[in-house]
T-cell receptor, first 112, second 114 residues
Framework: DAGITQSPRYKITETGRQVTLMCHQT?????MFWYRQDLGHGLRLIYYSAAADITDKGEVPDGYVVSRSKTENFPLTLESATRSQTSVYFCASGQGSYNEQFFGPGTRLTVL | GENVEQHPSTLSVQEGDSAVIKCTYSDSASNYFPWYKQELGKRPQLIID?????GEKKDQRIAVTLNKTAKHFSLHITETQPEDSAVYFCAAPHFDGGYNKLIFGAGTRLAVHP
């Protein structure tokens, strides 16, 4: 699915550093999402966006910031990374509440 | 908020057997129930979904059943093949401030042995 991409694919950082994960989709989907995947917890929603300049919190938003100035991009920033934020991060996009979500390839983030 | 419980967490079957994964949800207003499959090292992908106006939906070897009264839904895979080995996630929506957010279960790791 070349329509949704994430960068970087792998990132190692240190506690306290700011990290930004990028997400780009080419389908012009209205909705975009950020999930984190940890063993035993499945996929947990961090933030979502219903359209450009409209964002809202998900289940686990603390420590994260998002923005969406353009429909196709939805960056996720960890303002001051902590070890508990070590995880695999998936971006997804879709057309609405009851439609398929298309996931990006994921970013594996390690915070030392 | 919505709570989605998924069982079992791991499932091991012989090739050709059937596999069943069950999920329960708490929000009685939920009316859309997707299932995602995630192969090792890959991204989750939708394999089937069901809406609350039907009780069962089939697509070749996979089917999903829904019991709204009991608030549970299940994924059934028949004639399992090694390529069915993956982690499967169920999900249910929870309405929260203008959008039905998907709440995912913790996942079931299915291993199909030749």
């Amino acid at each position: 699915d070349a329509g949704i991409t994430q960068s970087p694919r792998y990132k190692i950082t240190e506690t306290g550093r700011q990290v930004t994960l990028m997400c780009h989709q080419t389908w012009s989907h209205s909705y975009m999402f950020w999930y984190r995947q940890d063993l035993g917890h499945g996929l947990r929603l961090i933030y979502y966006s219903a359209a450009a300049d409209i964002t809202d919190k998900g289940e686990v938003p603390d420590g994260y910031v998002v923005s969406r100035s353009k429909t196709e991009n939805f960056p996720l920033t960890l303002e001051s990374a902590t070890r508990s934020q070590t995880s695999v991060y998936f971006c997804a996009s879709g057309q609405g509440s009851y439609n398929e979500q298309f996931f990006g390839p994921g970013t594996r983030l390690t915070v030392l | 908020g919505e709570n989605v419980e998924q069982h079992p967490s791991t499932l091991s079957v012989q090739e050709g057997d059937s596999a069943v994964i069950k999920c329960t949800y708490s929000d009685s207003a939920s009316n859309y129930f997707p299932w995602y499959k995630q192969e090792l090292g890959k991204r989750p992908q939708l394999i089937i979904d069901i809406r609350s106006n039907v009780g069962e939906k089939k697509d070749q070897r996979i089917a999903v059943t829904l019991n709204k009264t009991a608030k549970h839904f299940s994924l059934h895979i028949t004639e399992t093949q090694p390529e069915d080995s993956a982690v499967y996630f169920c999900a249910a929506p929870h309405f929260d401030g203008g959008y039905n957010k998907l709440i995912f279960g913790a996942g079931t790791r299915l291993a199909v042995h030749p």
